[in-house]
């Protein structure tokens, strides 16, 4: 069973980095892999998304600039850099798998992580 895990959230100062790692195991073929997130009373939104082959890169205009994707498919991971953080980053953030090319729709994922914990605050 193919299953997806997070790693990297915690707590940081506005203007700090994190790193979040998603760890995939098993083999399945994923056309992308993205990561979302979701802050409380809010709905999931789309971050960034990366091709099978790291050829194509997505990002939301919230995050264009400060945050980058990249995957190291011999360590099977996908890796979100995050700099510059400022509190409305502020959220739980999942990693995906789809194998279609709706990478900017969450219901377009059909593996989830169980999320990573990301906090911004002073």
């Known amino acids: 069973q193919v299953q997806l895990v997070e790693s990297g959230g915690g707590l940081v100062q506005p203007g700090g980095s994190l790193r979040l790692s998603c760890a995939r195991s098993?083999?399945?073929?994923?056309?992308?892999m993205g990561w979302f997130r979701q802050a409380p009373g809010k709905e999931r939104e789309f971050v960034s998304a990366?091709?099978?082959?790291?050829?194509?890169?997505y990002y939301a205009d919230s995050v264009k600039g400060r945050f980058a994707i990249s995957n190291d498919n011999a360590k099977n991971t996908v890796n979100l850099q995050m700099n510059s953080l400022k509190p409305e980053d502020t959220a739980v953030y999942y990693c995906?798998?789809?194998?279609?090319?709706?990478?900017?729709?969450?219901?377009?994922?059909?593996?989830w992580g169980q999320g990573t914990q990301v906090t911004v605050s002073s």
């Open positions: 990366i091709s099978w082959n790291g050829g194509y890169t």
């Open positions: 995906a798998a789809t194998r279609t090319n709706l990478y900017g729709r969450a219901d377009a994922y059909d593996l």
């Open positions: 098993g083999r399945t073929f994923s056309f992308y």
